[in-house]
């Protein structure tokens, strides 16, 4: 019997639900949550092992889903949009992400994609874009994000973090690891993002 991730769903819902922001509550009301499952094989990347430390720096609200997460880590097929050509081998080796829905994901959903990533400590994710929107809320604390042409600001646990149609951003890791929360609608839902930073960009 393959592993039925229906509670990790309930979990990603019951966090989501709980979050305080109107743009949140917007796309969580739009999602379909009677979903389909997608059978896809278990695919564990060398990121996860940041997931234990992950879990600890989780604020309490997080920590039901994340806790799940942590526990079914190898049974989940996870991915990389990027390959070593494109940002090196380091970023490769601290990089995965989880699709939970979409339209690759665990469920099925053809509107709206969303899931979780994962960077490893002192990780450069240079700027890029997507035609998507996205909405992202760091589960942990301590990376700075930056936006459009603005500066790098450290992003606490919990923030909504929100990135319209086609906007830069870019993420820098600093001493623990990122695990992200992320909602993409209104665009491709498996798109590679157009890169226009690099590896440096951050650091110096
Ligand atoms: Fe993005």
Redesign the pocket.
């Known amino acids: 019997m393959p592993t039925n991730f229906d509670e990790l769903l309930d979990r990603f819902h019951a966090y989501l639900r709980g979050v305080d922001s109107a743009l949140v509550q917007d796309a969580v009301a739009r999602i379909g949550w009677n979903m389909p499952a997608r059978a896809l094989a278990p695919r564990p990347l060398g990121c996860l092992r940041h997931l234990d430390r992950a879990t600890e720096l989780t604020p309490p609200d997080a920590r039901a889903l994340v806790h799940l997460l942590a526990q079914q880590r190898d049974e989940l097929h996870w991915g990389q949009t990027y390959s070593e050509s494109d940002f090196g081998k380091a970023f490769i080796d601290n990089y995965g992400w989880l699709e939970m829905f979409g339209t690759r994901g665990h469920f099925v959903n053809d509107a709206v994609a969303a899931g979780l990533l994962i960077l490893g400590p002192d990780i450069v994710y240079p700027d890029?874009h997507?035609v998507a929107e996205?909405i992202y809320i760091p589960l942990t604390g301590g990376t700075d994000w930056r936006m459009g042409e603005g500066g790098f600001r450290k992003r606490q646990a919990g923030e909504v973090i929100h990135?319209v149609s086609n906007v830069n951003?870019a993420m820098l890791t600093g001493s623990e690891p990122l695990l992200a929360l992320y909602i993409w609608r209104g665009g491709p839902l498996a798109q590679k993002?157009t890169i226009t930073g690099t590896a440096m960009q951050g650091r110096g």
Do not use: A
């Open positions: 890029h997507h996205e990135h951003h993002s």
